[in-house]
């Protein structure tokens, strides 16, 4: 195999071909039991290059977002989950 034919089928991040293939289908990201309580702390997770924090709501829904927060760019792992916010 080429170093060509290895990047093309081993890089994930950003604009990579097999990145955007790997992005269009279900990926676990983690085990449920890490996330097992309603209002646990955050879990951070990196899929594919990207950061991510894993959650469980108030109502024990789960959820999963970027890391950085849109505004200031904050670490979303260090917040707290309560009355599902």
Known sequence: MTPEQNDLLCRVEGDAPMGKLMRQHWL??????????????PLRVRLLG???VVFRDTEGR?????EACPHRG???????NEECG
Request: proline share 7%; aromatic share 4%; net charge negative.
């Open 28 to 41: 676990p990201a983690c085990m449920i039991e890490e996330v097992a309580e309603p209002d646990c702390t």
């Open 50 to 52: 990207e950061n991510i």
């Open 62 to 66: 789960v959820g999963a977002l970027k």
């Open 74 to 80: 904050a670490s979303l792992a260090f917040g707290r």
